[in-house]
T-cell receptor
Framework: KAGVTQTPRYLIKTRGQQVTLSCSPISGHRSVSWYQQTPGQGLQFLFEYFSETQRNKGNFPGRFSGRQFSNSRSEMNVSTLELGDSALYLC????????????FGSGTQLSVL | QQQVKQSPQSLIVQKGGISIINCAYENTAFDYFPWYQQFPGKGPALLIAIRPDVSEKKEGRFTISFNKSAKQFSLHIMDSQPGDSATYFCAASRRNAGGTSYGKLTFGQGTILTVHP
């Protein structure tokens, strides 16, 4: 069974631009969660989607948004990029039916210059 | 507000030794406590997890000890191996309002474990 796939693996953007990251969950998983990982703040929850609906949200500004498609694939978007948005963005999938196990992808490393 | 505090930040042990990483949480509503292992360039991988209704869970060389009254839990790695060298994260979660998700994990700051051969 294929794992969680995130694309692209690396991304370089400049301040003020916007970026879209993609995540394909494990086949059969309907829940996708997004996390930001930085050396200073560690791993922080962004949001979770299930059946195309956001059902959990972290404490990030509105510049961070996401969506989920009918095939459970998810995208997250960051608008008006700031230097502090440089981070590893991780996607995790789970069955979404009350199961606790999250399976993480390898992430997208975003650098904002 | 940091809800899960993890220590130590880094740990060096000899091959065959015991590695111990500790975590403390504040929110008594948490009811799921996983440990994740992360290698460079990879995402975190679930290692072992525990619920507060048990005090200990063992899987192979990995054991979680849980103290509900103290709001603390720890990971013990027995017979540590060089291949165990990685960053370890404790985390905590609770079901969402609909009772269907543990997708929102609160992580500790991580412990970099180095096992010398």
């Amino acid at each position: 069974k294929a794992g969680v796939t995130q694309t692209p693996r690396y991304l370089i953007k400049t301040r003020g631009q916007q970026v879209t990251l993609s995540c394909s969950p494990i086949s059969g998983h309907r829940s996708v969660s997004w996390y930001q990982q930085t050396p200073g703040q560690g791993l922080q929850f962004l949001f979770e989607y299930f059946s195309e609906t956001q059902r959990n949200k972290g404490n990030f500004p509105g510049r961070f948004s996401g969506r989920q498609f009918s095939n459970s694939r998810s995208e997250m978007n960051v608008s008006t990029l700031e230097l502090g948005d440089s981070a590893l963005y991780l996607c995790a999938s789970s069955t979404g039916q009350g199961g606790e196990k999250l399976f993480f992808g390898s992430g997208t490393q975003l650098s904002v210059l | 507000q940091q809800q899960v505090k993890q220590s130590p930040q880094s740990l060096i042990v000899q091959k065959g030794g015991i590695s111990i990483i500790n975590c403390a949480y504040e929110n008594t509503a948490f009811d799921y406590f996983p440990w994740y292992q992360q290698f460079p360039g990879k995402g975190p991988a679930l290692l072992i997890a525990i619920r507060p209704d048990v005090s200990e869970k063992k899987e192979g060389r990995f054991t979680i000890s849980f103290n509900k009254s103290a709001k603390q839990f720890s990971l013990h790695i027995m017979d540590s191996q060089p291949g165990d060298s990685a960053t370890y994260f404790c985390a905590a979660s609770r079901r969402n309002a609909g009772g269907t998700s543990y997708g929102k994990l609160t992580f500790g700051q991580g412990t970099i474990l180095t096992v010398h051969p």
